[in-house]
């Protein structure tokens, strides 16, 4: 690998993925994170950044995406092994809250750490352990000047959530629920690698109708909101012009 | 490597795996696994077999051991690009049920299918690929030489439960309830790698008690218990004699 600014797009599922591949021309390189794993990568370039887009593909079984942590993890490993990455994005879709101010379509970037709102472990540090609380980039600057809400993201392998789930969710001070992000920052924290997170809003989770009704409703509007936004922080890392390397604007630990 | 037979053995905790390294005499190999992943790999033989055992290590932040199924899935991966072993036994400690007939010391080995009690995605085929049912090896003539409790598995990443999580231990049939085994299994059954699950009850989850107080107190002499059937069930694969491959007691599938 060359002295290319090089980004990770570590994504769900491929719905979510679509508008973003096509928007930035990304092309699928069958020969990378080879058989049996079920991960597929889609590589190309925005000014001076190299990307590779990584989906978690089908499970064969079910014909349905691999959804939740246990594939972040194997992806976000393999993304780093193949690419070393100088960010990693976790780019999906999730659910949010209406009284935090919350609209269905908001696009939120990752503030504060990645935490776990299904991992309860109570023994001493194991407490601590299970929510993770992973390092996430400071967003503040990028989130004014692209208008990007910042929120804060916590994790679990549930689409639904029972009243234990909400407790937690307070206890993490989410304005973001979703079902990869604080696995994939799990990895990224193991290999000191920067990573932040845009989530954009399918459902809201104190709404009274169904999560998975509002999922299916609004996944592709959220998807499209989702593509523009990413496409907007891609830009954000190249704005001062192709010289002008990403570990630039990265913390000092990185350069 | 050679032809010889590999068998890995994944472990969460290092207080699980201590008795089994200790009566094995396995040694640590440094080398392997290297930084900065934090699983920790010990190496020997039984008989004709080459056993590496996986332990999951610490999290240095909070000095505890990298329980539940992220750090699993890892774990799994990394053994078995190194190793590409000939079967994967999953071993450690467990909830069980007492109205089910399970005792705090009993050692059971997995049947039926590696499942989650904990992904609920009320979509359609993801409802199904939440749960997982991921396929374990045949083990009934192993338990009946053994004299080990069969049980059908399912993970979660808690040690607590709530009563969504009990409905879905239900769902799943569950005898025994743990934080790993199907997040391993997930990945063995990517790689075509037959696996078994043995694992030694600290406490009952339908006990007044409290998980995590019975956990503590009966840890020690579970993982005892838990050593003297691993060892058993290793050489049980062995019984007839060095030339006897374990190849030959699998399914011809991965003969």
Not at 69 to 77: D, K
Not at 85 to 100: E, H, K, M, Y
Not at 160 to 179: F, I, N, P, R
């Amino acid at each position: 690998m060359s002295a290319t600014t090089t980004v990770v797009i570590l994504m769900a599922m491929a719905e979510e993925a679509a508008p973003i591949i096509g928007e930035l021309g990304l092309v699928r390189n069958g020969r990378l994170l080879a058989t049996p794993l079920p991960m597929v990568v889609y590589e190309g370039c925005v000014d001076d950044l190299f990307i590779a887009l990584v989906v978690n593909g089908v499970d064969e079984r079910f014909g349905v995406a691999n959804v939740g942590t246990q594939p972040a993890v194997l992806s976000a490993y393999v993304a780093i092994q193949q690419y070393n990455p100088d960010l990693i994005i976790n780019a999906g879709t999730a659910g949010g809250f209406g009284q935090r101010g919350c609209q269905i379509g908001d696009v939120y970037i990752s503030a504060g750490s990645f935490k776990f709102h299904d991992r309860r472990i109570p023994l001493p540090g194991y407490t601590e352990y299970g929510i993770g609380s992973y390092p996430a980039e400071n967003t503040t600057a990028m989130a004014q000047a692209l208008g990007l809400k910042q929120g804060a993201i916590s994790t679990g392998n549930s689409l639904d959530k029972t009243h234990t789930d909400l407790d937690m969710m307070g206890v993490c001070d989410a304005d973001v629920k979703e079902m990869e992000a604080a696995a994939i920052a799990w990895v990224a924290w193991l290999y000191g690698k920067p990573m932040i997170a845009l989530k954009a809003i399918t459902d809201l989770v104190d709404s009274p109708v169904r999560p998975e009704e509002q999922f299916v409703d609004n996944l592709a509007a959220a998807s499209e909101n989702l593509c523009q936004k990413v496409v907007e922080v891609l830009h954000y890392y190249t704005e001062d012009g192709p010289a002008l390397s990403l570990r630039h604007k990265l913390p000092a630990i990185y350069a």
